[in-house]
């Protein structure tokens, strides 16, 4: 297998959250090493915390689970930490199947970021033990419940695309123009963005593109 990356390319998976919900919001944590928290983001470590023991194992039944787990992808250029790894296995002690358990604060949101940080992480597991993982849940603690996703085609080459934007930028230390909508509400990092002076971003994101066709036709 020839590999994409290298190690000093590495960046942090759970950026890619970041990315797919505002480009300018990632560029501004990942590339301007910026940040601010607000209510959201401190809520969110206190739910990561019950789960970020990466010392805990347990078995009930034929399923083990695992937290905390490192992960890594080479083809990705990414690195990071899974919450909760379910091993389940047959009566003879077999593995059989991989399922992941990501923990998120509040309840399902009307965008994707969620399903492609939980998509990269299993595309990072399947390169690291040579297995296929077709699901995964993120558990919200609003409503108490998991909420299936399944790792479709489509998911995977979205969290393809956002990797090599994510890359291009950085390489590019580049910082998309701000862009004010109704995210920008939610945003921790607002008051650093200021997109009441952002122009419209077409320029931007074309911009972003045309890197990424230029890299790619390197490789």
């Known amino acids: 297998m020839t590999y994409r990356y290298k190690e000093e390319d590495l960046l942090p998976l759970s950026g890619i959250q970041h990315f797919a919900y505002c480009p300018r919001q990632w560029a501004l944590i990942h590339v301007e090493s910026q940040w601010l928290e607000n209510a959201s983001t401190a809520q969110g470590r206190i739910v990561h915390h ?51 358990v990501e923990y998120k604060r509040g309840k399902p949101k009307p965008d994707d970021r ?40 489509h998911l995977r080459e979205r969290v393809q695309q956002l990797t090599r934007s994510m890359h291009v930028c950085y390489e590019q230390g580049f910082t998309p123009a701000a862009v004010k909508s109704r995210k920008c509400l ?7 963005c200021l997109p009441k002076l952002g122009k419209i971003g077409s320029k931007a994101r074309n911009y972003i593109a045309g890197l990424v066709r230029e890299l790619e036709a390197e490789l």
């Not at 998509?119 to 993120?138: F, H, N, P, W, Y």
């Not at 939610?186 to 650093?192: D, E, G, L």
């Open 114 to 153: 969620d399903e492609v940080q939980l998509c990269a992480q299993a595309i990072c597991l399947e390169e690291m033990r040579s297995t296929v993982i077709k699901s995964g849940d993120i558990y919200y603690d609003m409503i108490k419940k998991r909420h299936r996703i399944e790792f479709s085609g």
């Open 50 to 100: 019950r789960v970020d023991d990466p010392y805990s194992t347990e078995t009930r039944g034929l399923v083990k689970t695992e937290r905390a787990i490192p992960l890594i992808s080479w083809q990705l250029g990414l690195y990071g930490i899974a919450d909760l790894l379910e091993i389940h296995k047959r009566e003879n002690g077999q593995e059989v199947t991989y399922s992941l």
């Open 186 to 192: 939610y945003c921790s990092m607002a008051n650093i």
